[in-house]
Structure formats: C-alpha cells, structure tokens
C-alpha cells in the first residue's frame, strides 16, 4: 500500500511540477531605475492579462510611484529593490505620477 501511494505521489509531482515552474519562467521581468528627473527605460510596454514581473529601484534618492492603471503606489528608496507583479486589465498608455521623472507604459 505504502509503495503504491508513493509511486501515485511521484506521479503527479512529475506531472504538476514542470507546469508551476515553467508557468514561473513564462513571467516577463522588466528591470526599471529611478533616476533624479528619469526613469530607465523611460517607457515600458506591457500586455493586457499578461503577467509581468516589474522589479524597481531607485539609484539616488526617494522616489514616489504612482501608477493608476497598474494599481501601483510606492516609495522607492535607494539600495532597494522592490518586485511588483502585475497583470493590467485595460490597454492603453499610462504615464506615473512621480515626485521627480516620468515612467510611460503602454499596454
């Protein structure tokens, strides 16, 4: 009996296991720094229901990220690294609303 559970549990562990990873790796990363007065990139473009993984830092000073569209407000604050996910659910072009640069994202 025990043999057989273990062989059952193998099983669906091989089977389930590649899907929840590869579904991981599927999920685009985008690298974004806040400069004083910009955003590098300056303009990131995403797909509608499409999940991204945004990881945002700051190089010099606080910056405040204020993304509408995306359901975005945070602080970044330098020598932090902060990873967003998110999955827009409308197209269209959105720019942040920020203390000191300007991000644009089209979706």
């Known amino acids: 009996m025990k043999g057989t559970f273990a062989l059952a549990l ?3 562990l091989a089977l389930v ?3 929840l990873l590869s579904a991981d790796e ?3 990363t985008v690298e974004i720094t806040a400069k004083r007065f910009e955003f590098v990139p300056a303009t990131v473009t995403l ?3 499409e999940t991204a ?3 945002v830092k700051s190089d010099d000073v606080t910056h405040g990220l204020f993304l509408r569209a995306l359901k975005i407000d945070t602080d970044l604050v330098p020598g932090e690294v902060q990873e967003l996910t998110v999955t827009p659910q409308v197209a269209g072009t959105f720019t942040s609303a920020t203390t000191s640069a300007a991000l644009s ?3």
Do not use: C, F, Q
């Open 47 to 49: 797909k509608k229901g």
């Open 26 to 28: 599927a999920t685009r």
């Open 10 to 12: 193998a099983l669906v």
């Open 53 to 55: 993984r945004l990881r």
């Open 17 to 19: 296991l590649p899907v």
């Open 105 to 107: 994202t089209a979706i």
